[in-house]
């Protein structure tokens, strides 16, 4: 039944026509990423290393918690932006795992950012607004955009999903300079239009080693052909958001058979590490059997590291599923789009599992 899905797809071969093994997936990766950003996402921006500030309040969340305003800011050619994140950890702790969370508000707590839960977990948070990145609109002189996007932008250059993951992605380098951190327990989480950038991030930054993809839909880790009638198709997106992508890949609305590639390409880059892929039932804008479809699709490049890859029954999903056991895990939950307590409930019970925590 799945497989009889699956084939309606279509899809592009994950090996690009080469040897269906490791080594086959290894030699077709860099030219995966390569055709990701090109027609899709656009280039990520230069590196370049913020100048860092911060300001420290101990006293937070009864007592339990350090909490530390964190401003990054980039400077390039006489032009500067500061963004501000906040990073929170339970007090006097060592070896912390911890998730960076893209979010649509600067609030701590907010209603995606359950902190008490978070704390009590275990784990530390560093948070971001992403509209303090840069604007959700079409100008790309707002924010950090406007460091490096060209007057006339080229068909391959970023669009607003790659400059919010280039931003996820310095996040994760300042991490790496905290002594009170675990290197190998840094996970990323985002919802919706900061689910497909979590995704984003996440493929093109190994040091991420575990992805948290809510309700991400359409351009994120749902597949693009054959959808669902009322789900959201590339027409869609590239019509009301065509900032969120490069020029390129609006010539796929309405011609999605002429893609190079589809989501699966994107998911499976996270591979061997783990990424769970969430869904809602009412959601159906995001279809969830093409994120379940994406999923299924992608589990045998973890087979091929050796790794438990989607563990599910053999039918599509249905709702209340919580396929969790492997390293690439898919849930459909009750209720409609949004990033809930219920989601943050399963991506850390899962990653708990995974962290002996
Ligand atoms: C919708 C968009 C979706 C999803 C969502 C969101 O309007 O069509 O792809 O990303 O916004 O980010 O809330």
Same mark, same amino acid.
């Given at each position: ?40 996402? *656009? ?11 911060? +300001? ?5 969340? *009864?007592?339990? &918690? ?53 704390? @009590? ?14 604007? @959700?609109? @079409? ?58 950038? &979590?995704?984003? &991030?996440? !493929? ?7 992805? /948290?993809?809510?309700?991400?839909? /359409? ?30 890949? +609006? ?5 999605? @058979? ?10 499976? +880059? ?6 769970? #892929? ?7 804008? &995001? ?23 989607? #563990? /599910?029954?053999?039918?599509?999903? #249905?709702?209340?599923? #919580? ?5 690439? *895990? ?19 019970? !899962? ?7």
């Amino acid at each position: 039944m799945i497989e009889k899905e699956l084939k309606k797809r279509n899809l592009p071969d994950l090996f690009l026509g080469g040897e269906q093994t490791l080594s086959g997936w290894e030699n077709a990766k860099p030219k995966i990423k390569d055709i990701l950003l090109k027609e899709e996402y *656009g280039y990520f921006p230069p590196h370049i290393t913020p100048k860092i500030s911060t +300001l420290i309040n101990e006293e937070t969340f *009864g007592g339990k &918690a350090v909490w530390e305003e964190v401003n990054f800011t980039f400077e390039k050619n006489e032009k500067s932006h500061t963004v501000k994140t906040n990073l929170i950890y339970p007090k006097g702790k060592t070896n912390l795992p911890f998730f960076i969370l893209l979010n649509f508000r600067p609030d701590v707590p907010d209603k995606y950012l359950p902190i008490d839960k978070i704390i @009590d977990s275990g784990y530390g948070v560093f948070s971001v607004c992403y509209k303090d990145i840069t604007e @959700d609109n @079409d100008d790309f002189s707002s924010g950090l955009s406007a460091l490096f996007s060209s007057e006339t932008r080229s068909d391959s250059e970023f669009g607003k999903i790659t400059i919010w993951a280039y931003m996820a992605i310095r996040m994760m380098d300042y991490l790496q300079l905290r002594p009170e951190i675990d290197k190998d327990k840094i996970g990323i989480i985002g919802h919706s239009r900061l689910g497909k950038t &979590a995704l984003l &991030a996440g !493929a093109f930054d190994e040091r991420f080693s575990f992805v /948290c993809v809510n309700n991400s839909g /359409c351009s994120g880790a749902s597949l693009s052909r054959e959808r669902y009638e009322w789900s959201e198709k590339l027409f869609h997106i590239t019509k009301t958001f065509p900032f969120w992508f490069c020029k390129n890949y +609006l010539k796929y609305s309405n011609n999605e @058979d002429k893609l190079p590639f589809d989501q699966h390409f994107l998911l499976s +880059l996270i591979a061997p590490r783990s990424v769970y #892929v969430g869904g809602a039932i009412e959601d159906t804008w &995001a279809d969830n059997d093409n994120q379940f479809l994406c999923c299924y699709a992608s589990s045998k490049i973890w087979e091929l590291y050796g790794k438990r890859g989607l #563990v /599910c029954t053999e039918r599509m999903p #249905v709702e209340n599923d #919580v396929f969790m056991d492997g390293e690439l *895990g898919f849930f459909l939950r009750s209720g409609g789009h949004c990033l809930s307590e219920m989601d943050w409930d399963i991506y850390i019970k !899962a990653q708990s599992k995974k962290f002996n925590l």
